[in-house]
């Protein structure tokens, strides 16, 4: 049987180094503070929201919650990112995605300071991250890097395919695993013989948003098979983009679904946070 990767202690080792950090700046005198900005009452973006303040409050890191109405115009949107771009007391800024539809997201995006972009969304920290400068990286993709390295698995010299090109996760994966000197590739919808392509895979990444829709036939015999996906299936049972049933015995590693990815954007947002109060955009 393959090696499980296990998100859930992965992210809970990070939270705690996360919060020895913080620790280590409080006796410096330097407090870290997140402004979370939440536009209208989306059931699964208040559980995220929740879930995020929850790890501040584990982390030792001041969240301040913003919790605007659905009719809420762009122009005060942007006007409070302004203030919380000019408090000093705020290290990091995060306005939970999707936005209601008159709000148009990337002009919010382009508004947060990249200096506290902990989300790693500004095109700014795109841009580093794509020319290898310092920034914040986006925190699913940071998250499996870390679920990879703390494995054990090896990146450098690995053929790694991507399926998904979204600028959350698949963009942001492809940097990440190319700056680790792996061979990388992105798949996508567009894509012909995805099978022929994915079974090249050392380091398969799935971010397609299908429910179980990668089987064992797109999956190399020992390939390390990494799963952003999640869903609930007709029993109302969380499942992933990749059928685990299936293709865990061909593979070498996995991620399950839960307990895989998952926590581990959470935990690279707690990193994010307590870099941008050490005062580096990482
Ligand atoms: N919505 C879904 N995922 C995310 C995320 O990582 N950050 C923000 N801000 N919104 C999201």
């Given at each position: 049987?393959?090696?499980?990767?296990?998100?859930?202690?992965?992210s809970?080792q990070i939270k705690?180094e996360?919060?020895?950090?913080?620790?280590?700046?409080?006796?410096?005198?330097?407090?870290?503070?997140?402004?979370?900005?939440?536009?209208?009452?989306?059931?699964?973006?208040?559980?995220?929201?929740?879930?995020?303040?929850?790890?501040?409050?584990?982390?030792?890191?001041?969240?301040?919650?913003?919790?605007?109405?659905?009719?809420?115009?762009?122009?005060?949107?942007?006007?409070?990112?302004?203030?919380?771009?000019?408090?000093?007391?705020?290290?990091?800024?995060?306005?939970?995605?999707?936005?209601?539809?008159?709000?148009?997201?990337?002009?919010?995006?382009?508004?947060?300071?990249?200096?506290?972009?902990?989300?790693?969304?500004?095109?700014?920290?795109?841009?580093?991250?794509?020319?290898?400068?310092?920034?914040?990286?986006?925190?699913?993709?940071?998250?499996?890097?870390?679920?990879?390295?703390?494995?054990?698995?090896?990146?450098?010299?690995?053929?790694?395919?991507?399926?998904?090109?979204?600028?959350?996760?698949?963009?942001?994966?492809?940097?990440?695993?190319?700056?680790?000197?792996?061979?990388?590739?992105?798949?996508?919808?567009?894509?012909?013989?995805?099978?022929?392509?994915?079974?090249?895979?050392?380091?398969?990444?799935?971010?397609?948003?299908?429910?179980?829709?990668?089987?064992?036939?797109?999956?190399?015999?020992?390939?390390?098979?990494?799963?952003?996906?999640?869903?609930?299936?007709?029993?109302?049972?969380?499942?992933?983009?990749?059928?685990?049933?299936?293709?865990?015995?061909?593979?070498?590693?996995?991620?399950?679904?839960?307990?895989?990815?998952?926590?581990?954007?959470?935990a690279?947002?707690?990193y994010?946070?307590?870099?941008?109060?050490?005062?580096?955009?990482?």
């Amino acid at each position: 049987m393959p090696q499980i990767i296990d998100g859930k202690a992965i992210s809970a080792q990070i939270k705690d180094e996360v919060k020895e950090q913080v620790a280590a700046l409080s006796e410096q005198g330097k407090k870290v503070c997140l402004a979370v900005i939440q536009v209208g009452n989306d059931p699964a973006s208040s559980v995220y929201v929740g879930n995020k303040k929850k790890a501040c409050a584990y982390v030792g890191i001041e969240s301040l919650a913003y919790e605007l109405a659905e009719e809420t115009t762009q122009e005060e949107l942007l006007s409070l990112i302004g203030e919380l771009n000019a408090k000093n007391e705020v290290n990091g800024i995060l306005v939970q995605l999707p936005l209601p539809k008159h709000i148009d997201e990337d002009a919010v995006i382009r508004a947060i300071a990249p200096k506290k972009d902990v989300d790693g969304f500004h095109p700014q920290s795109v841009g580093a991250l794509c020319i290898g400068q310092p920034g914040f990286v986006s925190c699913t993709p940071a998250g499996i890097i870390q679920l990879l390295k703390r494995s054990g698995i090896e990146i450098a010299g690995k053929e790694c395919v991507v399926v998904g090109r979204s600028n959350i996760v698949g963009k942001p994966m492809a940097l990440l695993l190319l700056r680790e000197n792996g061979t990388v590739t992105v798949a996508h919808s567009r894509t012909r013989n995805l099978k022929e392509v994915t079974k090249r895979a050392d380091i398969l990444v799935v971010a397609v948003g299908k429910p179980r829709m990668i089987t064992r036939d797109y999956v190399k015999e020992g390939a390390v098979v990494i799963d952003v996906g999640i869903h609930r299936n007709e029993n109302n049972k969380l499942c992933g983009d990749v059928d685990y049933e299936d293709v865990a015995p061909v593979c070498s590693a996995i991620t399950p679904v839960p307990g895989g990815v998952g926590p581990m954007t959470i935990a690279m947002l707690m990193y994010n946070c307590a870099n941008a109060g050490e005062g580096n955009g990482l």
